[in-house]
């Protein structure tokens, strides 16, 4: 089996898949030339989201052949390689759900510092100010909060566990998931109900056609006066004009937003200069270590024997086949 990595930087740490499986013949690309150049002869893609562009979608589309059997994203997010287009007939996984404990970590780390007036902590220290009573009387805790979570897939379940060990209720929006941590799962033709009786709302829905401005005026509007929101899944979930008023009004007293609606967002964008915003570029992934590695290898593992064995692959991606 002859697999090609496209990997545009050299410092990818999941080059260690061509190391840990040493059955394969690795060719690695390190950009839409090299993939043109290389692509021919393999029978498995290994792409990565972040850099899958117009460029690249040619290369592959014009100078594959029919040996390619399969294409594995080591991202969770396959949305950019959806948008460049992939091969049709051609199955796809994802490594959805190997990063889940660390981005989970991000959101409840954004979640607890929106709460708790980080922000305008960071603010008086710099100014050498000591705002006591001033932050003190805006800090909210997630102890008896309710904590909606929109989209119970392997992050939003692990949100749910890392936010009930603060003694918080949650409740969740999804279309077929469940947990045990939750105490109430809404379908989303009832997400109006469910952020009416929020706290807060953290977002950890996938993108697709279903959940582009999902959290619309309306949506932000049901939610609980005062109430914080954390999206660290994508920014187009969100009705960014929509957020931005909510928060300006004093409707939300807080966001946590790891993802914006467009990236990176221009200088003027007013998200910068909302004092209530804590904004983090993209990073929530980041951090993931050796864990994160094994859990991403245990996958690869499985879903090669699949491949060998012409099973089902775990975590396909069926709208790359439509």
């Known amino acids: 089996m002859r ?34 150049a290389k692509i021919r ?31 594995h994203f ?12 992939l091969p049709r007939d051609v199955p796809v996984s994802s490594a959805a759900g190997t990063n889940g404990p660390v981005l989970a970590e991000h ?31 805006a800090i909210r805790s997630l102890e008896g909060a309710r904590v909606c979570v929109l989209g119970l897939g392997a ?13 918080a209720d949650v409740i969740a929006v999804s279309r077929n998931g469940s947990d045990p941590n939750v105490s109430r799962v809404y379908p989303r033709e009832n ?15 996938n993108s697709d056609s279903s ?10 509007a049901a939610l609980k006066k005062g109430g914080f929101i954390v999206n660290m899944a994508r920014g187009e979930i969100i009705d960014e004009p929509a957020l931005v008023a909510a928060l300006c009004s004093g409707h939300l007293a807080g966001a946590g937003l790891d993802v914006v609606d467009g990236e990176p967002p221009a200088r003027d964008n007013p998200l910068f200069d909302i004092p209530t915003v804590i904004l983090s570029p993209h990073v929530s992934g980041g951090g993931s270590g050796e864990n994160a590695y094994q859990r991403h290898r245990a996958l690869f593992a499985e879903n090669l ?3 060998n064995a012409g099973e089902a692959l775990l975590n396909p991606v069926h709208s790359a086949l439509s």
Do not use: Y
């Not at 080591?74 to 287009?85: K, P």
């Not at 959940?211 to 932000?220: F, Q, S």
């Open 211 to 220: 959940t582009r401005r999902l959290v619309g005026a309306r949506e932000l």
């Open 107 to 137: 959101a409840v780390t954004l979640l607890l510092a929106t709460m708790r007036r980080f922000a305008d902590i960071h603010r008086g220290q710099s100014a050498h100010e000591w705002r006591r009573r001033e932050i003190s009387e």
């Open 3 to 36: 697999a090609l990595f496209c990997a545009f930087h050299k410092g990818d740490r999941l080059l260690r898949l061509s190391e840990d499986f040493g059955e394969i013949e690795w060719l690695v690309a390190h950009s839409p030339a090299e993939v043109a």
């Open 41 to 71: 002869d393999v029978d498995l893609l290994i792409l990565n989201n972040r850099i899958c562009g117009p460029d690249l979608g040619v290369a592959i589309r014009d100078n594959m052949t029919a040996r390619l059997k399969w294409i």
């Open 74 to 85: 080591v991202t969770s997010g396959v949305e950019m390689g959806l948008a460049m287009g």
């Open 191 to 205: 997400i109006h109900e469910a952020f009416a009786i929020s706290d807060a709302l953290v977002i950890c829905a």
């Open 305 to 307: 024997r699949r491949f």
């Open 155 to 167: 992050v939003g379940r692990e949100v749910a566990r890392k936010v009930r060990a603060f003694d």
